[in-house]
């Protein structure tokens, strides 16, 4: 197998541009091929005893100031947050070279999900973050389930809700089942009657007003 090159910056930046204006095939074409040549992973490194983050060319994401760095990613246009560990408590740091926390070392654990997501575990409650560290669902759910197509359900006091994740909405949880079905809408019972979640985040019996997720935007 072929070893991968390294780019430079100058062509570290070109990449991230033509991923943000890509449109054709052929943009893409290109996008898979330089992809095919170069590696594009972001890197853990260590200095002096701690953990932090490089791009692919080697510049520096999150300074090395962390006991742990749990994941690392394909360097694309819009880097996700990455979990941290300082002093046995986990935050999420941002990847822009300055240091940027996004939330404090306030959680037991940090698990990565295939949306760009990240639940968050505090004192056995979990929680949903997006990939840029926003909280859509606070860390004070019995259980949060991993995101589909940018639907979230939760489960809290016997009870469910959801979280339209990219559009901003979750709700309390007031449902007595909340299920996501294959085609990415959102099938409630709520006072025993069957439903389902309009675009407003609101109960409805009409399914053809249901609500169709929305897929990954990294």
Do not use: W
């Not at 360097?75 to 996004?102: E, I, N, R, S, Y």
């Not at 949903?128 to 979230?152: C, E, H, K, R």
């Not at 407003?200 to 990294?218: K, P």
Request: charged share 30%; net charge negative; with cysteine.
């Amino acid at each position: 197998m072929t070893e991968k090159k390294i780019p430079t910056v100058e062509q570290l930046n070109d990449f991230r541009q033509q991923v943000k204006t890509a449109v054709t095939s052929s943009d893409y074409d290109k996008l898979n091929a330089f992809i095919e040549e170069y590696d594009l992973y972001t890197k853990v490194f260590e200095e002096n005893g701690k953990m932090g983050v490089k791009d692919a060319a080697g510049q520096i994401l999150v300074p090395a100031e962390f006991d742990e760095v749990c994941y690392t990613f394909m360097d694309h246009c819009k880097p996700l947050a990455v979990p941290v560990l300082k002093d046995g408590k986990f935050a999420l740091a941002a990847q822009d070279g300055k240091g940027t926390m996004l939330s404090g070392f306030e959680f037991d654990e940090i698990h990565y999900t295939p949306e760009c997501c990240y639940i968050l575990v505090r004192d056995g409650k979990k929680g949903l973050a997006m990939s840029n560290g926003s909280v859509v669902i606070p860390a004070q759910m019995d259980q949060v389930y991993t995101p589909f197509n940018g639907l979230a359900s939760f489960e809290k006091d016997g009870k469910s809700g959801f979280s339209m994740v990219y559009e901003g909405i979750t709700t309390e949880a007031v449902y007595e089942d909340c299920e996501i079905e294959c085609d990415a809408y959102l099938e409630v019972v709520k006072d025993g009657v069957k439903g389902f979640i309009d675009s407003n985040g609101e109960f409805t019996t009409d399914e053809d007003e249901a609500h169709f997720g929305s897929f990954c935007d990294y």
